[in-house]
């Protein structure tokens, strides 16, 4: 895999309210907004990352609005972060249905998930504790991380984690490198299949 510059599809997808774009933004942008608007369909990100021993990955990353479903953009993504917010237990409890969504759609082999809860920062206010969370994310046999875009904890490491995550399955051959979720950039940069 050396020398090549590739491109992984993420998908953020969980509740309407939970952060996802404020996620997005705080890693993209590295701002934090008060009072943004709902999404409205699906918006992209998208950000370069440099992984040990100097590859190149482009992720692109793809924010949908918590209270509609896109199930045409599930469909390529290799990459799911499954976010919940931890003062809110309805949007931890509907985890589950966002995930047999996206296996009941995926026609990839195998998509890595990450299981996100996010606004750590209001932690008097958290109705789900660290243990539950983790518990969920062990019967799912995928990792969890506790995130904060206000106060911009661990929004880095989630989304290293599910790149490294991603990669690793790469090289395990768990996931095909020549299909259309990573490409060759250096042939093919602006050949990103439509999802539509
Ligand atoms: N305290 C706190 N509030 C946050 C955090 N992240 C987002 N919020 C707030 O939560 C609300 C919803 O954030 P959004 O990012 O729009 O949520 P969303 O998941 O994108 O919602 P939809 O687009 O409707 O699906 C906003 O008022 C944000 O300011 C956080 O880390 N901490
Ligand atoms: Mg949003």
Redesign the pocket.
Known sequence: LQGLSLLFRII?L?????????????YTEGS?????????GVEFYSKMMELPPGIKVKLQLW?????ERFRSFYRNAVGVLL?F?M?NRKSFEHIIEWYHEVASIQIMEKVIFLLIG?????KSDCKISTEEAEGLAASLGIGFIE?????N?NVDLAFETLTNTIYEALKNKEIDLFQWHSLDLNKSDITVPSCI
């Not at 969980?14 to 705080?26: A, E, N, Y």
């Not at 995130?147 to 106060?151: E, F, V």
Request: hydrophobic share 30%.
């Open positions: 953020l969980g509740d309407s309210t939970v952060g996802k774009s404020s996620l997005l933004r705080r934090f907004i008060p009072a943004p608007c709902p999404t409205v924010d949908t609005a918590g209270q976010v917010d003062t996010h606004k750590s920062d209001l995130t904060s875009a206000k106060s904890t």
